[in-house]
């Protein structure tokens, strides 16, 4: 149809005409390699509407996929979401696009446009990786729209209101384009430019253009009404998402349309109700309450309820909502009235505590360092200037040598060649404020680093610093930088860390070296909770700045939206709510929704900040009738937590109206916390009931692989038999509440006999472990290595002629090397997991120790990797007082290899501590096992008839004797006159015994190394008490050497326990210990050199075998190293295997290893002091093979890897500095010394 209009020729167009057509034929000259006649045809049809066949014609090309892909590179990849400017060279043919676009109307009619739109459609059409964003507009019009507003216009552009390099582009334009199609399609138009149609979220800003050009708000509000229909006509989320991004770039445009933004608010889509609510709640209340309150009497049940949600955020007046709740007959709206009433209530209880009194705060001065700092900045440079100099030279030495040219040091060793003395002095009085950044760096040549300013911390480090120096520092440094330029500033320097954040904001405003201030220093503190414990001692520094900026917290929490951050994180917010004085009213109660929702984090983090609240149960007792079942569960979990035995009436009848289990449960733990005797509810006829009606619900998806039929026969305290029916539904309700520390499965768990909760504990346990770990078979695992071997070994030799020198081992491998490869990795596949199951872990509260320290202890060993399911198993122990299981605990608190687990057992440990009413350190003490030995140290075996007596000799070894005393090797078989099953059980618990010898022993010679290191101090009468009169602990203590301290540190006596009981000193003097003194374990860095001989010349005559070695290790003078670093064994040769042997021997695990496999240094936590030891080398390479190794350095810090914030020497524990150093000796003496051409054995 458009093609018989009547149009413009080209002799009318305001350019000339060949220079039209050169462009065109420009653009499809490729196409002559498909059919030489094509570019000359099209351009024909495009600049004059002739040789219309053409469109047929290349159709029929592009209708084979070879074709279409070959067209699609001749062609230059047009539509493509990729802009052309992210290549380096723009090819001619682009740029010939790129001026098509530019030129446009100016040198083109609209026909002729179409007419080039239509004819690259058609490849655009058959492109299956370019997805349209609207069906609704035809296909030629996004083509223009894809190459003319993303192919060829850069990926990002700073100007938001306008479109650099298409200022002659309008909406009109598309809009007569359309018209010229069809009348009546023009008004299809704003689908192009919001629909999203068939695009992911991470797609949305190669669209950016779309809303920008010339004229489209005009054009909008000329066609609001449309505008406002876009969702309903079937605009996509994420086009609704673009359209309310484009209302909040203008506030007037809002204004206009609050309505609309409200029935967004309302929207099914999170996304868009998100986004909509957030900017609802920037406007005027006055404008948004009725809007709101609209939608409570006109709408759907579900508008109707979130209606009532988003009004109870805003109002303080239940009265809206009191009416509404009177005419409502729907039940999920008339719980969610009542929920957002008792918010309400809460907020307006909030408004009675005391006003919040924002403390002023007193600017910092810019004071001026003194002359002594320009003699620092000499001294720094000097010494920087003779480093890079040796680096450089050594560059130069290599590329001749290996024959390169790298210039990476002598491009940084040239610039500062330049530096004059006068420009030194300039920097000093540009850091004093008497010289402009912009006038200083006129001096410099732009490549100078001005790392030299920060060496050593020299000028940090003087008293006259400040804020105001090291931000100008910074300028140097980094540039004027953005919001992430202050984050690098406060991570790294501990003096910004002492000021107020309003003190800080202050100095930079007078600086004037970040735009929007307030973002760049709230961003480490919205995104992130790790810096706020800084301010434990006074928040007022940190939420006093988010109070006078409380836009910032709008935005966090979704009260207006994100302006500048992004990923934003609620719990930290909520944190920096809960250190205000008074929680702002405002927020109140949208903290109670959060405090009631899905996000586990957040709601605890809510949960805490409202408990200030007066009388906050009330409320939450409201919600325990909530139409949700989550939020019905958060609030009797919460109400648990709150303790108000007023609640108890709540409770109980929430619990009788209550139909789902998962809800029931959290009820009934609710009232066993706060004191109610739930004992009504335990009964085997009750329990019994539960579970008929519990198996005939749907059972938990993904668990069919549970075998009920092996449950063993269990009983019931008294001894009754349990009826199996119980047991699975305990299973059953334990997967559906997926917690595996879960109190209502413990409180039935504890309803059983102790055997019985043995027994279940091992059988969940077990079945958890075997489903989770299920691998192919021998037989699957040799059959797929017969199938891939011959590929993947012609791979192997492809790889080494191609380059050998990355895959040596590659050079000789044989098909029986691969065909072991595969089969190895076939073999260690998971088939399944069983962490969706994780909740039955509940059921293990009551095993046996041994048990779960054995069956635990080789999963981690063997499994290590599966993180997940590691914790799950943990999280049901915090409730067993079993002390093998305690020890594990403290165990692997102190040291192990995954972080996240380390500190989940850290957690249950606090738990189990808090629980018990002791501080971890006696817990450890307190609860050390026996491994069946009574107080005289012996293991009595009763066959009945008979009775073997177990004991350990000097060297911890068991030894067997009969009741005549007579030495036996092993224990005997039953006779026939003997109790078969006695004399099983007396083996077994040998058996048991000596497995929790062999942990006991590896845990208590850690505790005591790591209580050596911290220097740890006992009370005297809790060392008498738990350790000296334990049957192995009191026999472990007598191969170490102690110290009796008095009251202020100082040394009174040192001691070594004896066999007898007594303590004697190393002149053989016997000793008594004062009851009000603390003890602690001797070491050479704590005594003298005399003392310490002594004891050497002791335990030597004594012939004691010490656990470890307590005076080897002398702590040498550590004043010569600096910045907490000691390097005295720099450059010291060894090999990967040798260090790594040396370091794991003395308990050291391996770094994390960066992009590509690579690590560069081991480390040993001490987990009482939160310190690491930091051992640095060269590096090695996962998987690891024997290569050259260079030793660097030791340092301490309190994060792993952390060498920037480096602990002072001089603050670290004596004992520990000097064990860290001497293992890094012992790395050293492994070596082959010192190597002067270390840097020439570095492989990289």
Same mark, same amino acid.
């Given at each position: ?141 996004? !083509? ?41 399609? =023009? ?31 005009? !054009? ?187 210039? !990476? ?80 500033? !406060? ?107 899905? #996000? ?52 109980? $009848? ?20 706060? =004191? ?58 334990? $997967? ?116 779960? $320290?054995?069956?635990?202890? #080789? ?91 177990? #004991? ?293």
């Amino acid at each position: 149809m458009g093609e018989q209009r009547n149009m413009k020729t080209t002799e009318q167009l305001s350019i000339n005409s060949n220079g039209s057509k050169q462009l065109i034929n420009t653009i499809f000259k490729p196409l002559s390699e498909l059919d030489k006649s094509l570019p000359e045809r099209v351009t024909q049809y495009i600049l004059h509407g002739d040789e219309i066949d053409v469109l047929a014609d290349f159709d029929k090309l592009c209708q084979k996929s070879a074709n279409v892909d070959k067209i699609y590179e001749l062609l230059r990849g047009p539509a493509d979401l990729y802009s052309l400017y992210n290549y380096h060279n723009i090819h001619p043919l682009q740029k010939a696009r790129i001026n098509f676009y530019k030129h446009w109307t100016d040198a083109y009619t609209p026909e002729q446009i179409i007419r080039f739109a239509r004819f690259s459609a058609i490849l655009f059409d058959h492109l299956s990786d370019i997805k349209r964003i609207s069906e609704q507009i035809p296909s030629w019009l996004m !083509y223009l729209l894809y190459d003319g507003l993303i192919t060829t216009l850069p990926s990002y552009s700073k100007n938001k209101d306008k479109i650099e390099r298409r200022e002659n582009w309008s909406i009109q334009q598309l809009h007569q384009f359309l018209e010229i199609e069809q009348a009546g399609l =023009g008004e299809k138009l704003l689908f192009a430019i919001f629909d999203r149609q068939n695009i992911f979220e991470s797609y949305l800003h190669h669209f950016q253009y779309f809303t920008r050009l010339n004229g489209l708000l005009t !054009y909008i509000q000329e066609r609001i009404e449309l505008f406002k229909q876009l969702p309903s006509l079937g605009l996509a989320p994420l086009g609704q998402i673009e359209q309310l991004n484009y209302i909040y770039r203008y506030p007037e445009f809002q204004l206009q349309l609050v309505d609309f933004i409200a029935m967004q608010a309302l929207n099914t889509c999170k996304q868009v109700s998100k986004l909509a609510t957030e900017i609802l709640f920037n406007l005027p209340v006055e404008l948004v309450q009725p809007q709101l309150q609209h939608f409570l009497t006109s709408s759907s049940a579900k508008e109707r309820a979130n209606a009532t949600i988003l009004l109870s955020r805003i109002i303080s007046e239940p009265t809206i909502l009191q009416q509404a709740l009177a005419n409502e007959t729907n039940k999920t709206v008339i719980a969610t009235l009542e929920s957002a009433l008792s918010r309400i209530e809460t907020a307006n209880a909030a408004k009675q505590q005391a006003e919040l009194v924002i403390p002023s705060f007193e600017p910092l001065v810019d004071t001026p360092l003194p002359i002594t700092a320009r003699d620092v900045i000499h001294q720094n440079f000097d010494e920087f200037l003779t480093e890079r100099k040796t680096l450089m030279e050594d560059e130069l030495e290599k590329n001749q040598r290996y024959k390169r040219r790298q210039t !990476y040091y002598q491009d940084r060793y040239k610039p500062l060649q330049t530096v004059t003395s006068k420009s030194l002095d300039n920097i000093f009085e540009y850091l004093n404020g008497k010289i402009e950044s912009s006038v200083l760096l006129q001096e410099f040549d732009k490549n100078v680093d001005f790392d030299f300013l920060v060496t050593k911390n020299r000028l940090v480090n003087l008293p006259e610093f400040t804020l105001f120096h090291l931000l100008r520092i910074n300028e140097l440094l980094k540039g004027p930088g953005g919001y992430y330029c202050f984050e690098y500033i !406060y991570s790294r320097y501990d003096i910004v860390k002492n000021f107020d954040l309003r003190q800080i904001a202050d100095v930079i405003v007078k600086l004037n070296f970040y735009p929007e201030v307030e973002y760049a220093i709230a961003l480490q503190f919205l995104t992130s909770d790790y810096y706020h414990d800084i301010y434990e001692n006074e928040p007022y520094k940190l939420w006093a700045f988010f109070a006078e900026n409380d836009f910032l917290i709008d935005q966090a929490l979704g009260f207006a939206p994100p302006k500048v951050l992004n990923r934003l994180d609620k719990v930290s917010v909520i944190k920096i709510l809960q250190l205000f004085p008074t929680i702002p009213t405002k927020y109140v109660a949208y903290l109670f929704e959060l405090a009631l929702g899905e #996000s586990k984090p957040v709601r605890y983090a809510a949960q805490h900040a409202l408990k200030r609240i007066p009388n906050i149960h009330n409320q939450v007792e409201q919600a325990l009738s909530s139409s949700k079942f989550e939020a019905r569960i958060a609030a009797a979990n919460w109400l648990a937590e709150l303790g108000q035995k007023s609640s108890i009436k709540a409770l109980n $009848v929430a619990l009788k109206k209550e139909k789902r289990e998962t809800v029931q449960a959290a009820i009934l733990v609710a009232l066993e916390k706060i =004191g109610e005797d739930i004992s009504q509810h335990l009964t085997p006829k009750k329990l019994l009931d539960d579970a008929q009606k519990g198996l005939k619900g749907k059972k938990a998806a993904d668990f069919d692989w549970f075998d009920f039929n092996l449950i063993p026969t269990l009983t019931w305290q008294n001894g009754d038999k349990v009826d199996s029916q119980i047991i699975e539904w305990w299973i059953c309700l334990a $997967v559906k509440l997926k917690d595996p520390a879960n109190p209502l499965l413990t409180i039935y768990n504890q309803l059983l006999s102790i055997q019985s909760q043995r027994q279940l504990g091992e059988f969940i346990l077990q079945s958890f472990i075997k489903q989770d770990t299920l691998n192919p078979s021998l037989e699957e695992a040799e059959g797929k290595a017969g199938l891939e071997a011959n590929m993947r070994l012609r791979q192997y030799i492809a790889d080494y002629k191609r380059y050998p020198d990355l895959y040596p081992h590659y050079k000789n491998i044989t098909y029986e090397q691969v065909f072991e490869e595969i089969k190895k990795e076939t073999l260690a596949t998971y088939l399944g997991t069983a962490i969706k199951a994780k909740g039955m872990l509940a059921l293990t509260c009551g095993i046996e120790g041994q048990v779960a $320290v054995s069956l635990l202890s #080789s999963f981690m060993k063997n499994h290590y990797q599966r993180r997940a399911q590691i914790e799950a198993m943990l999280d049901p122990l915090a409730n067993s007082d079993d002390p093998m299981i305690i020890q594990l605990l403290l165990s692997l608190a102190r040291r192990y290899r995954t972080a996240s687990i380390q500190e989940k057992a850290r957690h249950l440990v606090e738990r189990i501590a808090e629980r018990l009413g002791w501080t971890t350190d006696e817990l450890a003490d307190r609860t050390i096992s026996t491994a069946g030995l009574d107080d005289n140290g012996l293991l009595i075996l009763d066959y009945g008839e008979r009775t073997f007596i177990a #004991s350990l000799d000097d060297k911890f070894k068991w030894q067997l004797k009969n009741a005549d005393g007579e030495k036996i090797k092993a224990l005997p078989e039953a006779r026939k006159s003997e109790n078969a099953e006695l004399v099983k059980e007396a083996k077994k618990q040998f058996s048991n015994s000596k497995k929790e010898l062999n942990q006991l022993l590896t845990m208590q010679i850690s505790r005591f190394y790591e209580a050596m290191c911290a220097e740890r101090q006992w009370q005297v009468e809790d060392w008498q008490k738990y350790l000296q009169p334990h049957p192995i602990v009191g026999r472990l203590i007598q191969r170490l050497v102690w110290l009796e301290l008095d009251n202020n540190g100082q040394i009174v006596n040192s001691f070594r326990p004896t066999e007898d009981g007594s303590l004697i000193t190393n002149q053989d003097d016997e000793i008594l210990l004062d009851q009000n003194h603390f003890i602690t374990v001797a070491h050479s860095a704590l005594l003298s050199s005399d003392d310490t001989a002594k004891w050497q010349a002791h335990l030597k005559d004594y012939k004691v075998n010490p656990l470890f070695e307590q005076f080897g290790a002398l702590l040498s003078d550590m004043s010569k190293f600096k910045d907490g670093i000691i390097d005295d064994r720099l450059g010291w040769l060894t090999d990967s295997f040798t260090l790594r042997d040396v370091l794991k021997k003395l308990g050291y695990e391996r770094d994390n290893s960066e992009d590509g496999g690579y690590f560069y240094s081991y480390y040993k936590y001490f987990n009482s002091l939160n310190i690491y030891i930091n051992i640095e080398f060269s590096g090695s390479m996962l998987p690891e093979e024997k290569i050259p190794a260079v030793l660097y350095n030791l340092y301490f810090s309190n994060k792993k890897g952390f060498k920037d914030s480096a602990i002072a020497l001089d603050k670290l524990p004596k004992v520990l500095l000097a064990e860290g150093y001497a293992n890094y000796m012992a790395v050293a003496n492994a070596s082959s010394g010192f190597d002067p051409n270390w840097k020439d054995k570095l492989i990289w």
